[in-house]
């Protein structure tokens, strides 16, 4: 069944911090999110036709720190999308990401009744020093007193954290990991930091090995605590797997609001993609002109594009890459194509086969941005 689920970005920050490279910014330092807020607003009208209007699957606020600017001002963001058909229902899955020492009871209060249920707090480290060393605004005390809040209130909560920063040490990441399963959240994502080569957090950090065996000390500590990994950088306890991060990895539809958000449709035969300028004065401009989509940010997808797309997402998965998904939507010949690419892999104990399904073993995570290089077609490779 054809669902939809919509990504609004919220660029608004506190302070940069060293490792991020999302598009956000300080929000002393942009207009007003009112103005923000207006031309998202105005998007949501000038698109509305882009998808079928619907009951959604999810809202997802991203940021930057949605959590920053006031709870009305994203309240009216959902009354907008409804406005035009595009509602929320009982099993509306509505994620904010909320950053520590941001939200109190008033505006969680106002979220609830706007019909927010899934909180994604950027908790990063409960290590003071790590979070100062990477410019966090906030403490580990900080971040466990807002997880209270949102315990307090029986909540669904998640929680971000970053591991292999420079200079960590297994002790600090074993602390994380406990105060992690200790707050009892549901939901956990520890990603593993990533600069580019020359930045200033690339140096000192954990050495390989190190760094596989705080991949190791993380898993083995969720699936002590009854959360699977569901996907390479996501645990939940079965039932409260992020269902719009599961619409990005299943190829459903998703449209996305705001600076430099991004959005998937099957309104062609393979599918296109289409996003927003990465500059909140061009992403303005834009706006404010109600021009359609410029070619430059369109992508018609061709059925190897489609395929590529196909394989690396289902990977990221414990599920898996689907024969009968393969067959349904590429037919038999690419599905054998496919076949064909995978048994060197699974000799290699890179990949398993296994109730229909080609999965990555524990030694594949660990590399598969490489096992992903193998699963990237071009037109040629297509029969
Ligand atoms: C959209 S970001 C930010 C969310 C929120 N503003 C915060 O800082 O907590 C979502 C998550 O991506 C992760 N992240 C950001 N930059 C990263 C990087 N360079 N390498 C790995 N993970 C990163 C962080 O864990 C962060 O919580
Ligand atoms: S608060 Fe979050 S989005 Fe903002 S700069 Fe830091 S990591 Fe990036």
């Known amino acids: 069944m054809s669902v939809l689920g919509v990504y609004i970005h919220i660029p608004y920050c506190l302070q940069r911090c060293t490792y991020c490279d999302f598009a956000t910014y300080v929000h002393t330092e942009i207009r007003p999110p009112q103005e923000y807020v207006a031309l998202v607003k105005k998007e949501i009208s000038d698109k509305k036709n882009l998808f079928r209007p619907q009951e959604l699957k999810t809202i997802y606020f991203g940021g930057g720190t949605p959590s920053l600017i006031s709870a009305e001002l994203i309240v009216d963001l959902i009354s907008e999308l409804a406005k035009f058909g595009y509602t ?72 971000d954290l970053l591991f292999a920063l420079p200079t960590q040490t297994l002790n600090e990441l074993r602390h994380d990991v406990e105060v992690a399963v200790e707050l009892g959240s549901k939901h956990i994502s520890p990603y593993c930091l990533t600069v580019p080569e020359g930045h200033p957090l690339s140096k000192n950090r954990p050495l390989e090995e190190e760094q596989i065996e705080m991949f190791q000390i993380i898993h083995d500590a969720l699936t002590r605590h009854g959360q699977s990994r569901y996907e390479i950088s996501n645990y939940a306890v079965p039932g409260f797997e992020s269902q719009h991060n599961l619409l990005y990895w299943t190829d459903h539809e998703y449209w996305g609001l705001g600076l430099s958000a991004h959005s998937y449709s099957k309104d062609s035969p393979w599918g296109s993609r289409f996003w927003n300028p990465n500059s909140l004065d061009i992403y303005a401009r834009q706006a404010l002109s109600g021009a359609a989509q410029l070619s430059s940010q369109v992508e018609v997808l061709e ?9 690396h997402t289902s990977l990221r998965l414990s599920e898996g890459l689907s024969v009968d998904k393969l067959v349904q939507k590429f037919g038999s010949e690419t599905s054998n194509q496919v076949k064909d690419l995978t048994q060197a892999l699974i000799q290699h104990q890179l990949l398993t086969f296994q109730d229909q399904s080609y999965r990555l073993t524990e030694k594949g995570i660990l590399i598969s941005n490489q096992i992903f290089e193998k699963f990237t077609f071009l037109k040629s490779d297509l029969a």
């Open 88 to 159: 929320t229902g009982p099993q509306t899955e509505i994620t904010i990401e909320i950053n520590p020492a941001t939200v109190d009871e008033r505006k969680l209060e106002i979220y609830l009744k706007a019909g927010i249920n899934r909180f994604s707090v950027g908790a990063q480290s409960f290590s003071d020093r790590l979070l100062k060393m990477v410019h966090r605004e906030h403490n580990a005390d900080q971040t466990k007193q807002t997880l209270t809040l949102l315990r307090k209130y029986k909540l669904n909560f998640s929680f």
């Open 303 to 311: 059925k190897h594009q489609a395929l590529t797309d196909f394989c």
